[in-house]
T-cell receptor, first 116, second 112 residues
Framework: GNSVTQMEGPVTLSEEAFLTINCTYT??????LFWYVQYPGEGLQLLLK?????DKGSNKGFEATYRKETTSFHLEKGSVQVSDSAVYFC???????????????FGQGTILTVHP | NAGVTQTPKFQVLKTGQSMTLQCAQD?????MSWYRQDPGMGLRLIHY???????DQGEVPNGYNVSRSTTEDFPLRLLSAAPSQTSVYFC???????????FGDGTRLSIL
């Protein structure tokens, strides 16, 4: 079956530090990959996506590259801000000889806290 | 544009009670899903629907029922609440397969 593994958290950084959150996946077919962000008390928001190998998704200074050879989709940001404090989820949507029916498989989430 | 609207935001139930979590979307999306979020486990799919009149089970369907009589609405029913169903529930919709999903703000449910 499909699965997503994220690095263990929580992650605590100082403002302007470099961020990496690791994500690896197992999937049948050719998955689309996503990073979602959840701010306190809110639902999940799409942060970025990539739909095929070597695609780079980017948004709000965050980037992630779809690496088929290492089955990875690591999230990076060069300089984090206090406002980036949130929970980050890696997810995939995979076809299996048909359609994914819009189903997502999520990692367990990584809590990021950024201090001034 | 309201997007995905969930009600109620908070609910406390006693074991054995039943209730319905409401979900409505105004984006004319065909695909809708229900997830539960538990600490350290990410989100897990409960039920999903690919259109009005069509539903199917996800990863953790036991204890929950769904129906989809219209494109807009996708209610989740707990028939006999159990403490193990204490969780945060999210409804989501998407315009098609492999497309990003739009999430509601969630319903925080406690079963005593």
């Amino acid at each position: 079956g499909n699965s997503v593994t994220q690095m263990e958290g929580p992650v605590t950084l100082s403002e302007e530090a470099f961020l990496t959150i690791n994500c690896t996946y197992t999937a049948t077919g050719y998955p689309s990959l996503f990073w979602y962000v959840q701010y306190p008390g809110e639902g999940l928001q799409l942060l970025l996506k990539a739909t095929k190998a070597d695609d780079k998704g980017s948004n709000k200074g965050f980037e992630a590259t779809y690496r088929k050879e290492t089955t990875s989709f690591h999230l990076e940001k060069g300089s984090v801000q206090v406002s980036d404090s949130a929970v980050y989820f890696c997810a995939l949507s995979a076809n299996a000889g048909g359609t994914s029916y819009g189903k997502l498989t999520f990692g367990q989430g990584t809590i990021l806290t950024v201090h001034p | 544009n309201a997007g995905v609207t969930q009600t109620p935001k908070f609910q406390v139930l006693k074991t054995g009670q039943s209730m319905t979590l409401q979900c409505a979307q105004d984006m004319n999306h065909e695909y809708m899903s229900w997830y539960r979020q538990d600490p350290g486990m990410g989100l897990r799919l409960i039920h999903y629907s690919v259109g009005a009149g069509i539903t199917d089970q996800g990863e953790v369907p036991n204890g929950y029922n769904v129906s989809r009589s219209t494109t807009e609405d996708f209610p989740l029913r707990l028939l006999s609440a159990a403490p193990s169903q204490t969780s945060v529930y999210f409804c989501a919709s998407s315009p098609g397969s492999l497309q990003p999903q739009h999430f509601g703000d969630g319903t925080r449910l406690s079963i005593l």
